[in-house]
């Protein structure tokens, strides 16, 4: 790479204050509702040894196949920038014997994850989650408040048009009568995968179902439907959470070939999405499902949990299309801070801070020499008054309160100025 010229790596970004105070606002609705619903924010480390992604996510999954960051330390563990959350508060879970407190046992969080994609829009090499896990609860009423805190989230930060998929994909009873009928359809129609399915058909066939091929989607149309396949007590459990979502009005759709990309689900699946131009092109704003054998595997006790996580990039990503024609934003600062001079100056920086104080938000020119080019900058800020601090009223602990709409002038003692600016604005 030439020098100077050094490029962030590809698919990762710098976020400036615009995307981070969005991330903020998100962060802290997203607390509201965790707060209301009895999660606890929980923080994993970044890193993880692969073999909980390779177990939880599942080795013949994309994500396991090739988009992990793996590598060997120093000191010879095999770790990984985790792809997702779940398996980590999986794995913290069980370290920390949380198998003893009541249940549900629930967790919400907010962190970069890391994948391997191409990059295109809404898809990242680093980007954000924020999910919410329940552990340790079987009944389909945890299913439905895991979708009701997405749906509501999603609806506090204006999202009108969401659209919830939602789909049952069995457990181990069933699920095995279901992989035979697909593998063999699919069989039949092998010539016509493309060519990643074709493999996906041998070691995995319920991921031929989450291809988001044109070839592949027109084979799925008429393949076997898990719901067809499914065993009384998941086809129970199924129902039951379609009645809390009725009751709750929150509109779905059964989508009987939603499987999504992990391994660990079991019974429920769902995605929302925002049915928009823009909504369409970045894909799923929010995904999740059960993953009732995932404690166990990951070395813990039988535990049924839920959950799901939610993309942070695609939701501001909407929310800045959306707001992109609405008029720009009132200047922030009603005051603007002048001085000539280095006495002014340290006058200045002082009464800068005791502005600060009193939570009187100032702009400033405190680098600069010149009055008029401050005065012209407090004009292009729209701002209703200038504080003027020169080389007299520095020595005379004085300062001038200019209204800037007609120049009108006062002077003020300097210890008096917050007490003024106070009683103006
Ligand atoms: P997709 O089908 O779009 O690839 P996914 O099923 O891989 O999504 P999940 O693993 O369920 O996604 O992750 C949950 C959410 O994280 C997604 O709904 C999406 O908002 C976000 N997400 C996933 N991958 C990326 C990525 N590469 N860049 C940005 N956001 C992502
Ligand atoms: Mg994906």
Known sequence: MAKNNYQAPTGMHDLFQGELDQMARIEQMAKRVADFYGFEKIATPILEFSEIFEKGTGAFTDIVEKEMYTFKTKGGDILTLRPEITPGVVRAYNQHGMQNLPKPVRFWYLGPCFRHERPQAGRYRQFNQLGFESLGAEHPIIDAITILVFYSLLKSLGFKKLAVQINCIGDSQCRGGFKKAL???????????????????????????????EKCEAIKKNAPQILDHLCKD??????????????LEIPYNVNPYLVRGLDYYTRTVFEISEDTEDGKAQGSLAGGGRYDGLVKLLGGKDTPACGGAMGIERVINLIKARTKEQPPKEPTCEVYLTQVGELAKRKALKLFEQLRQANIKVAEGLHKESLSAQLKQADKMKVKYSIIIGQKEALDKQVIIREMKNGRQKIVDMDKVVRELKGKI
Do not use: M, W
């Open 183 to 213: 593998s063999s359809y699919l069989r039949s129609k092998t010539s016509s995968l493309c060519v990643q399915c074709r493999v996906r058909q041998k070691k995995n066939p319920l991921r031929v179902l989450d291809c988001k091929e």
């Open 234 to 247: 998941c086809s129970d459990h199924f129902k039951g959470l379609l009645e809390f979502l009725e009751e």
